[in-house]
């Protein structure tokens, strides 16, 4: 299948995109956090400069649960994308205002660990171990990671506030016809 024509797919899957048009969909803000993410992957990828460095646009937080993995992703568009455990998935495409102000706290939260960090130079490793918790911060000039104890991680002054708005959004999400289903 292809893309619609002039869609964002479209410029991002042709077979040479053109750079200049590459950074005004990623810069664009009324495009979806995901395909401007996309967007500026490419820039990256293509050696072209990016127009926003530390700009963030998405946060997945992973917590391992009974020998499988918890996923929460919330974006800056407020798409919230939730996959528990036992694999039933939530996809909220449109944010109630409670929903897209407790989305706003978690980015605000995750911008400050964001500018004090340099994204991550390897590649992405397994899930997170039992008991850790893993905070993944898409940003425009690429993935930025902080992973560790549950516990130290709830208590840190920078990824604590990233884990309790995480959490109060998760709940949110769970108890407004957000229900995971399968």
Do not use: C
Not at 17 to 36: C, G, H, I
Not at 50 to 61: A, C, H
Not at 73 to 82: I, K, L
Not at 162 to 181: C, E, F, H, I, Y
Request: proline share 7%; aromatic share 4%; no cysteine.
């Amino acid at each position: 299948d292809k893309p619609p024509k002039n869609s964002p797919l479209e410029v991002l899957l042709a077979s040479k995109p053109d750079p200049t048009t590459v950074q005004k969909l990623a810069t664009d803000q009324s495009q979806e956090s995901r395909v401007r993410l996309l967007a500026f992957s490419w820039l990256r990828l293509n050696n072209v400069t990016i127009p926003d460095k530390k700009k963030l646009l998405g946060v997945v937080v992973e917590v391992p649960l009974n020998g499988s993995l918890d996923v929460l992703a919330a974006y800056e568009d407020n798409r919230v994308r939730y996959i528990n455990q036992s694999e039933k998935i939530a996809i909220l495409e449109s944010a109630s205002p409670e929903m897209a102000a407790k989305v706003r706290e978690l980015l605000s939260v995750s911008q400050k660990v964001v500018d004090r960090h340099a994204p991550a130079n390897k590649k992405r490793v397994l899930p997170p171990g039992q008991g850790n918790i893993r905070l993944n911060f898409l940003a425009s000039d690429g993935l930025y990671v902080s992973e560790g104890g549950f516990s130290a991680m709830q208590k840190d002054g920078l990824t604590g506030p990233v884990v309790q708005k995480a959490t109060d959004l998760l709940v949110l999400v769970t108890r407004l016809g957000g229900k995971p289903s399968k």
